[in-house]
Structure formats: structure tokens, C-alpha cells
């Protein structure tokens, strides 16, 4: 205890005396000797221990009705904007009325007894529990999700690994809210409408006029409720704890080597936000098995290409022919951040050889080591390394790259770049960038399409020979011809 604290403690006791010292009224006033003499006597009288397990058996019930109840429906609120338009009328209610509203009712629905105080507590911390997890599910990284559907996840997954750790703050901060009202709740109901425990104990200390056992059990009530809200906060705080990678599973993927049959055709593709016009019968095609490259500015419309071939933006009219299982290398990484990066990639493929994951480890200059870090942990380059090792390892037919290559030094860059086209090579998955940098599109371009907009439009188609076919004086000559382009 801090020593501010217990100056605090003496001078609350100080007054204490001092006042009644100066009522000179032990029914109103009582000394504080003859208070803590008083809990004395009550550690050594046995019902008083059967009183404190009655009222804290009751907290329990009433915490986990509260928890098993409250939980579910704040999900659902959080997933149903209707259903929480319904509901919420409801908790308004709930919130409004006064705790003896409850009683009244309660003592009407169980009489005298042992459910009206467990009752009362339900109705108190319910409307806090199904709020608060409500707002939590409401304020899950949408992108999160966006990222696992755009990986087909499975539900079951999703709210295991994305909802309920998104949620996991919120619950705290209920247990740190709810803490103190359940055993004020509790103990009114039992001092109004109980049969057992302190709270009853304390009304009947109240009309035997026994002040020194009231003022008695108010303090012990007090120090049992800090005490609880102190375990409770106790209980909320984790760390993260470096787990064991295991290769628990060693299921080799089985390589097809003629994936995604066909290119990839847009035709007549149209999308705007508000009155901004996107694209506008856009038609392009991207070559099966190739790296296509779209280099363009900022902010012209490259990246809602990507969006609508993987499914997280839909298209308002047009035709879309695209096969296969798509990985997504997004702009913005997307890792899950109580996941370590282990955890993050096994997440869309749980049947990946740990052997295969730290041969792509190699390969983009990174230590193995790395797989027991969180992404709170890594460098603005190294997650989007592990971006890029996810899409990968998902083993998809067609790998769509949303500047992949930004946060990277030019020397890994380059590096990465060239163990990308072996990987593509072997793999053969269709590549779908979009850059602005000319240099990654003369190192590890194939079919380049400039466009320039709004709306998105083809302003130069240039081929090229496969990347692993090049030398260094080709892609000089691509950078020159590009910048030629770029330049006007």
C-alpha cells in the first residue's frame, strides 16, 4: 500500500473521531475503536462466514446469468444493426428504472429469498454487459474481415480468431465497470427483500439500533467490493506470451502446375462512390500464368480493380470472368494482431508444412525466429514481407499485389523481387499488381498496362519478355521506355 494511501486511511479515521468525538452520540456516531472491535467480534462468529459465502454465491450466479445471457445477445446486437434497433428499446428500460423497481418486481415473481437479490443484480449489470460487447463487435477492423473473406475462411475461424479477441478489451472494461455494482446490487437486494447474508445481516443490525455492527459491516462491505474490483482487474490484465512454434501437422500441398486456365477478362466494368465515377465500361485482360502490372497514380481507381476481382467491393454492372483461389497482398498488411505471425499465416491455409514456411522465410531474407513475434513487433518492411508469405502460402491460383512492394529498402526489394519470379516461375499463379514505382515494373513486369483517369482509363499496353528470361540491360531498357511514357 502506498504510503499517500494510508495517510489518507488516518486522516478518514482522524476525522471520524473527531466528529464523534463532538456529537458524543454512539447511536448516530459511533467511535472507530468500538467499529473495529466490532469486526472483530464478526471474524470470530461463524454465521458471519456463512453470510459472506451466501451474498458471494450470489454474485457468481448473478455474474455468470449476467455473462452467459448478456454475452450472446451483444454479439448479435453488434452483428444486427436491426436487431439492436429492436432490442434496444429494451435495455433503455432496464437502464431507466430504479433498482427498487426491481425488487418490487422480483419479490412479486420469487418472493423473500435468495433469487430477488441475484435478480436485482441481472437487471443492474445486463443492459452494461450487451452494450459494451455490442460496441465491441461493432468496431472489429473491418478490413480484418474483409481479409478473411477474401481468403473463404471459415466462419467458425472468424469468430474464434477475429470477433472475440476484438471484443476481449470491451470485456474488461465491463468486469472493471460491473464490478462495484454487483455487490451494491446484491447486498440492497438481500437488505430489502432477503433471507440470508450481509446484507440481511445488516438490516437486522439496522433495527436492533446496533450502530457499531452497521458502521461494521458498511466498512467490510466496502473492502470486499475494492477487493473484487481489484481481482477482476487483475484477472483483465494479459500479456502476450511467446508461444512454441510446432509442426504439429506435416502435410505436404500438392503443386498444380497448370493453374487458372484461363485470363482473367473484365468487360464493360462500371463503379463510382457517390457521384465519383470509378470506372466506366472498363475492359481489360489479364494474362493466365503472367505478372500483369497497372501503374498509374495514387487515387485513380487501380486498387478498386483489385477490390472487385477479389470480392470485397461488388460491381454495379459489367462482367467479371476470373477462376481459382485468390490471395491478396493489400496495401495496409492486414495482419492480425493477436496473432503471432505463425498463427497469421497458418490462419488461411491450417494444412501448410512448417518446412515450407521457413523455406519462404529464406527466400525473403527473413530468420525463423520471427514466427513467434506479433506484429506490433516487426519493422514496416517485415510485415510486408509476411503480407506477401500469406498470399503465398495460401497457394492460390492468382495472387493480387496492392503496392507489395512499399515499406521495403531497395536492396531487399530487389532481392524479394527476383525470389518472387522463382517462386511465380515454379508455381505458375497469375500476378495481378498494382504499382506506381516504374522500377518494380521493369524488374518484374510482364504485361503493363498504364492508365491514367477518372474514370479509369488504358492509356499504353506494353508486353514484354517473361521476367526470368531478362537480363539486367532488358529491364534498363523497360525503365527507359516507361519513364518515356510517364514523362510525355
Keep these: 500500500m502506498k504510503k499517500n494511501t494510508i495517510l489518507g486511511l488516518l486522516l478518514i479515521i482522524f476525522t471520524w473521531w473527531i466528529i464523534a468525538f463532538f456529537t458524543n452520540n454512539q447511536l448516530l456516531i459511533p467511535f472507530p475503536q468500538n467499529v473495529f472491535k466490532e469486526m472483530g467480534k464478526l471474524f470470530l462468529d461463524y ?20 455473462l452467459l445471457i448478456g454475452i450472446p445477445i451483444g454479439f448479435i446486437s453488434g452483428l444486427s444493426q436491426r436487431f439492436f434497433e429492436i432490442f434496444r428499446p429494451f435495455l433503455m428500460i432496464i437502464q431507466s428504472s430504479p433498482v427498487v423497481s426491481y425488487i418490487a418486481i422480483s419479490m412479486l415473481w420469487f418472493g423473500i429469498g435468495f433469487y430477488t437479490p441475484i435478480f436485482v443484480a441481472f437487471m443492474v449489470i445486463f443492459p452494461v454487459i450487451v452494450l459494451n460487447i455490442s460496441e465491441g463487435i461493432k468496431s472489429t477492423d473491418k478490413k480484418l474481415l474483409e481479409m478473411a473473406k477474401v481468403y473463404n475462411i471459415r466462419k467458425k475461424d ?10 476481449i478489451p470491451f470485456l474488461k472494461s465491463t468486469l472493471n465497470m460491473i464490478s462495484g455494482s454487483l455487490w451494491k446490487s446484491i447486498v440492497v437486494g438481500e437488505f430489502l427483500a432477503g433471507d440470508k447474508g450481509l446484507g440481511v445481516s445488516l438490516s437486522f443490525s439496522k433495527i436492533a439500533l446496533n450502530t457499531d455492527r452497521v458502521f461494521a459491516y458498511t466498512i467490510l462491505l466496502a473492502i470486499f467490493g475494492m477487493l473484487s474490483e481489484k481481482f477482476l482487474k487483475k484477472l483483465s490484465k494479459n500479456k502476450k506470451k511467446k508461444k512454441e512454434i510446432k509442426n504439429i501437422k506435416v502435410v505436404h500441398i500438392n503443386k498444380n502446375n497448370n493453374k487458372n486456365l484461363h485470363d482473367i477478362i473484365i468487360k464493360g466494368l462500371n463503379k463510382k462512390f457517390g457521384n465519383d ?12 500464368s503472367k505478372i500483369n502490372v497497372l501503374l498509374g497514380e495514387s487515387g485513380i481507381g487501380k486498387t478498386t480493380i483489385l477490390n472487385i476481382l477479389s470480392g470485397i467491393l461488388k460491381k454495379e454492372s459489367g462482367e467479371i470472368i476470373v477462376e481459382g483461389k485468390i490471395g491478396y497482398v493489400f496495401q495496409d498488411d492486414r495482419l492480425i ?152
Design 47 to 66: 454465521s458471519f462466514y456463512t453470510d459472506l459465502l451466501n451474498t458471494v454465491s450470489k454474485i457468481i450466479i448473478g455474474f455468470f446469468i449476467s
Design 158 to 167: 472468424i469468430f474464434l480468431k477475429i470477433y472475440f479477441p476484438s471484443i
Design 277 to 288: 465515377v470509378i470506372l466506366s465500361g472498363f475492359d481489360i485482360i489479364f494474362k493466365k
Design 337 to 488: 494482431p493477436w496473432l503471432n505471425v505463425y498463427e497469421n499465416i497458418v490462419f488461411v491455409n491450417d494444412e501448410i508444412n512448417l518446412e515450407i514456411i521457413e523455406k519462404y522465410l529464406k527466400s525473403f531474407n527473413l530468420e525463423k525466429e520471427i514466427l513467434s513475434k506479433y506484429p506490433d513487433e516487426l519493422s514496416g518492411g517485415m510485415k510486408k514481407r509476411i503480407n506477401l508469405l500469406r498470399a503465398i502460402a495460401y497457394n492460390p491460383d492468382i495472387i493480387l499485389m496492392d503496392e507489395a512492394f512499399s515499406s521495403i529498402d531497395v536492396s531487399n526489394k530487389y532481392k524479394i523481387i527476383k525470389e518472387l519470379i522463382n517462386i511465380q516461375k515454379e508455381e505458375k499463379f497469375t500476378v495481378i499488381m498494382v504499382t506506381h514505382d516504374p522500377f518494380e515494373v521493369a524488374n518484374f513486369g510482364e504485361n503493363v498496362f498504364i492508365l491514367e483517369g477518372k474514370p479509369l482509363k488504358i492509356k499504353k499496353i506494353m508486353n514484354f519478355k517473361r521476367v526470368f528470361e531478362r537480363n539486367l540491360e532488358d529491364n534498363h531498357e523497360i525503365l527507359y521506355k516507361i519513364n518515356k511514357i510517364l514523362l510525355g
